[in-house]
C-alpha cells in the first residue's frame, strides 16, 4: 500500500516556498537535492548520483550518464525554530542542452539556490541560469558547495560571484576548515558556529566561534552589515549609530533585501559529505519568498520588464485590453499556469502546473484561456520525482500535476471560465541543430509518428518535421546530446529503433538591402478565373528582430479583408526561402500597392499571389544566409592554452577572452555550429582528457560568401 503525505500540515502560504535548485553541470545540484530529501525525511537512504541511485535522477539515460536531464519536482517538510515549512522543490538540469528545463521552472518558482562548484567558482552554465533567474525577479541564495574538495576555496568562489554575476552578493557564512578539515560552519548572522561531528551529518554541535577564526567571522559580518545597511534604512540608520542589531531585526531586513533581489546571501556547504545542508534549509526558509512576497513582473512586447506586482500575479483579459491580476488567495478565482507536459507510460499525459490564485478539484472542470477551451479534470497529483500521490485538491501556491488534460500545452493559462486570464507564457530558445532519421523497419513508421508526437508535446525545444523533397523525419534540438538523448528514448521507451543521419545546421535566410516587386497572379479562362496584384516592399530588420507585415495600401487598392491572406500568404513562403529552402527570419514586409478583379479575386487568390511574390521580392534584396553562433567556453591546465586556441580558430573561431579558473585557464571565443560537431571529443584528445568544454547558443550571424557557396552546393 503506497503512503500517503498530510499535505494540509502546512495550511498558511507564509510558510511556502517554491524553490528551484539550479547551476551549471556538475556542480552538485542532484547531489543537493537528496541530502535535501534526506534531511527533510522525505527519504531514509542517501542516493548517490555516481551510484546511480539518485531520487531526482529517475530516467534510465540519467542514471547512466549521471547528469539531470529533465526537472524534477518533490514537496518536504522543514522545521527552523519550532515553526513547519513546506518546500516545493524542483531539481534542474545543468547542461546547456536542457536549458529550457531551467527556463520552465524558474517560470513558476517563487525562489532558487544557485550551486557553484567550489574549486571553479562561476561556470558558463551558472551565468547563463543566473540571467534566467533574473528574467523572472526570481530572488537567490548562493550556496558554494564542494568546499569538501583539493582546491577548493570558498572566497576565490565568492569573488567570481561579485565579479561575473553580481556585486550585491555577500556571504551570511563562512566554513570551518578547507577542502579535506571543511567540518563546520560559522553564521555571521547569530555569529555561532555548527560543528560536524558525524559523517552523515546528524550530530551538529552548536557552539562558540573558533578563537583563531573570531577575526575573520568579525571582519565579514561588518561587511554583511554594510550591505544590509545599503539595502535597509532602519539597518543603516542603527549601524551609523553603533547600535546593536539584534539576530530577529537582521534576518527580517536580509529577508526584505533578498526578496527585492537587493541581496544574495552566500552560504557554504558540502553537500556529498554531508555538510551545510541544513544550514542551507534554515536559510531557505529564513530568506527566500513565500507566494505572497514574491514581487512578479511583466514583460512587454520586446520582453522588457514594464511593471512590477506584489502578492498579485499580472495577466491579460482574454476579452479585453490591458492588465489584470489575481491576488494570491484561495479565495480569488482560479488561475494556474501549466509549466510542462509529461507523458506517464501509467496514467498518461501529466499536466504539472502551479496554482496561483483560488483553488481546483479532482473532478472538477477548468478553463484553458490560451486556446479557448473547456477540460475535465481527472485526477491531481502530487509529484516526488517519478512517483505520484492522488490528492483531492490544491489552492493557491501549490505545485501539482493534472492527468486527463488533452489539448493544453506547456504555457497555457488554466483558469475559471466566469473569470477569465491568460498569465505570461514561456518562451524557448529555437532548435539549433538538426538530425535526419528513419526507422530501422517497415512496421515501426506508425509507431515513430505517435513516439515523436509525444515527445514534441513533453519539450518545447524539440521539433519534428518532414522534408518535402527527401521525405525524411527530420528532428530538431539545442545540441547533440539533446538530440542523442530522444533517440535513446524513442530505442527504450517505445522499443523502435532509428538510423541517424549527420547532424544538420538550421540555417536561416534573410535579406540585407531593401527591394520592390510587383506579383501579379492571372488566370483567365472562362468561368471563375484568379487574379491578384500585389506590390511588395521589403526591408530587413535587426538580428533577432524577427517578421513584421506593415499594411501601406491606400485608397481601397486591395479589399481590406484580403489583406490578412497576403500576410498568411508570406508567413507560408517564409518557412523556405529562395537560397537554400531554409526558414526567412529578420524582414519587414510591406505591401504598398495592388489591384483587384470584381470576379475574380478572393482570399486564396491573393494568398498564392503572395507566396509567389515574397520568394521573388526577396531574389532583388541581396538574400543571404545565417548560421548560428556558438558561444564556447574551453577550461583546460595552462600547457593547453595554446592548442585548444589554435583549434578554435582553425574552426573559424573567434576568441573573446582567457580568464583564470583556480589552477585552470578559461578560453572563451565565438564559432559557428557548422564547424563545431565533435568538438568535445577532438579536444578531449587534444588535452589527454583534462578539457572542461562548454557550448551554447549565442546568436546567428552571416555565413561567409564561400562558405555560404559551399552550403548552397555551388562549389
Not at 532558487?112 to 543566473?130: H, I, L, M, N, Y
Not at 492571372?522 to 500585389?534: E, M, N, S, V
Request: with cysteine; hydrophobic share 35%; aromatic share 8%.
Amino acid at each position: 500500500m503506497a503512503t500517503t503525505t498530510d499535505y494540509s500540515t502546512v495550511k498558511d502560504q507564509k510558510y511556502y516556498r517554491n524553490i528551484g535548485i539550479i547551476a551549471h553541470i556538475d556542480a552538485g545540484k542532484t547531489t543537493t537535492s537528496e541530502r535535501i530529501l534526506f534531511y527533510t525525511g522525505k527519504k531514509h537512504k542517501l542516493g548517490e548520483v555516481h551510484e546511480g541511485e539518485a531520487t531526482m535522477d529517475f530516467m534510465d539515460q540519467e542514471r547512466e550518464r549521471g547528469i539531470t536531464i529533465q526537472s524534477a519536482a518533490t514537496t518536504a517538510f522543514w522545521d527552523v525554530d519550532g515553526q513547519k515549512y513546506r518546500i516545493n522543490l524542483i531539481d534542474t538540469p545543468g547542461h546547456v542542452d536542457f536549458t529550457a528545463e531551467v527556463e520552465r521552472s524558474l517560470r513558476v518558482l517563487d525562489g532558487a539556490v544557485v550551486v557553484f562548484d567550489g574549486k571553479q567558482g562561476v561556470e558558463p552554465q551558472s551565468s547563463t541560469v543566473w540571467l534566467q533567474a533574473e528574467k523572472y525577479n526570481v530572488p537567490r541564495i548562493c550556496y558554494v558547495n564542494k568546499l569538501d574538495g583539493i582546491g577548493a576555496d570558498f572566497f576565490m568562489s565568492y569573488d567570481t560571484i561579485i565579479d561575473q554575476l553580481n556585486d550585491k552578493a555577500v556571504p551570511i557564512q563562512l566554513p570551518i576548515g578547507i577542502e579535506s578539515d571543511f567540518n563546520g560552519i560559522i553564521d555571521l548572522v547569530t555569529m555561532t558556529a555548527d560543528f560536524y561531528k558525524d559523517e552523515k551529518g546528524l550530530q551538529i554541535e552548536h557552539g562558540d566561534i573558533p578563537a583563531d577564526l573570531k577575526a575573520k567571522a568579525e571582519e565579514w559580518r561588518g561587511k554583511l552589515l554594510e550591505a544590509v545597511a545599503d539595502a535597509d534604512d532602519n539597518i543603516a540608520e542603527k549601524y551609523l549609530g553603533g547600535e546593536d542589531i539584534s539576530v530577529e531585526e537582521l534576518r527580517a531586513a536580509i529577508r526584505k533585501a533578498v526578496i527585492a533581489n537587493k541581496l544574495f546571501p552566500v552560504i557554504a556547504g558540502a553537500s556529498l559529505r554531508n555538510r551545510g545542508v541544513q544550514q542551507m534549509l534554515n536559510a531557505i526558509c529564513h530568506y527566500l519568498p513565500s507566494p505572497h512576497d514574491k514581487i512578479f513582473v511583466n514583460h512587454n512586447d520586446a520582453g522588457e520588464v514594464d511593471a512590477t506586482y506584489v502578492g498579485e500575479v499580472p495577466g491579460t483579459d482574454p476579452r479585453a485590453e490591458g492588465v489584470i491580476t489575481r491576488k494570491l488567495s484561495e479565495e480569488e478565482p482560479f488561475a494556474g499556469l501549466v509549466f510542462k507536459i509529461a507523458v506517464d507510460p501509467h496514467v498518461g499525459t501529466l499536466a504539472f502546473f502551479r496554482v496561483y490564485s483560488g483553488k481546483l478539484t479532482a473532478g472538477s472542470y477548468v478553463y484553458n484561456s490560451t486556446v479557448g477551451t473547456k477540460e475535465r479534470v481527472g485526477r491531481i497529483l502530487m509529484m516526488h520525482a517519478d512517483h505520484r500521490e492522488d490528492i483531492a485538491e490544491v489552492k493557491a501556491g501549490d505545485i501539482a500535476a493534472i492527468v486527463g488534460l488533452k489539448g493544453t500545452q506547456t504555457g497555457h493559462t488554466i483558469c475559471d471560465e466566469g473569470k477569465q486570464i491568460i498569465l505570461e507564457s514561456i518562451k524557448f530558445p529555437e532548435p539549433v541543430v538538426s538530425f535526419a532519421i528513419e526507422p530501422k523497419t517497415k512496421s515501426d513508421q506508425d509507431k515513430l509518428g505517435t513516439a515523436l508526437a509525444k515527445l514534441t508535446s513533453e519539450d518545447p525545444t524539440f521539433r519534428v518535421k518532414t522534408d518535402e523533397e527527401t521525405a525524411q523525419t527530420i528532428i530538431s534540438g539545442m545540441g547533440e546530446l539533446h538530440l542523442d538523448i530522444k533517440v535513446d528514448i524513442l530505442k527504450r521507451t517505445y522499443g523502435i529503433e532509428v538510423n541517424v543521419g549527420k547532424p544538420q545546421v538550421a540555417y536561416r535566410e534573410t535579406i540585407t538591402a531593401a527591394g520592390e516587386h510587383r506579383e501579379l497572379l492571372k488566370k483567365q479562362t472562362g468561368g471563375a478565373g484568379q487574379f491578384a496584384d500585389i506590390t511588395f516592399n521589403l526591408e530587413p530588420r535587426e538580428r533577432g528582430a524577427g517578421y513584421e507585415f506593415v499594411n501601406d495600401i491606400k485608397g481601397g487598392a486591395i479589399p481590406k479583408e484580403y489583406i490578412p491572406a497576403i500576410d498568411k500568404g508570406i508567413v507560408e513562403s517564409m518557412t523556405a526561402g529562395p537560397l537554400g529552402g531554409f526558414p526567412v527570419v529578420d524582414i519587414t514586409a510591406h505591401i504598398t500597392d495592388g489591384s483587384y478583379h470584381d470576379v475574380d479575386s478572393n482570399t486564396d487568390t491573393f494568398k498564392m499571389c503572395a507566396i509567389y511574390g515574397f520568394k521573388e521580392a526577396m531574389k532583388k534584396c541581396k538574400p543571404v544566409l545565417l548560421e548560428p553562433m556558438m558561444k564556447v567556453s574551453v577550461t583546460v591546465p595552462e600547457e593547453f592554452v595554446g592548442a585548444v586556441t589554435g583549434y578554435l580558430s582553425s574552426h573559424r573561431g573567434i576568441p573573446k577572452g582567457l580568464t583564470q579558473r583556480g589552477k585552470m585557464k578559461e578560453i572563451t571565443a565565438e564559432a559557428p555550429l557548422a564547424e563545431m560537431f565533435g568538438y568535445v571529443s577532438d579536444l578531449r584528445n587534444l588535452t589527454s582528457g583534462k578539457a572542461i568544454p562548454n557550448m551554447q547558443f549565442s546568436h546567428y550571424a552571416e555565413v561567409p560568401g564561400g562558405i555560404m557557396k559551399q552550403v548552397l552546393g555551388e562549389e
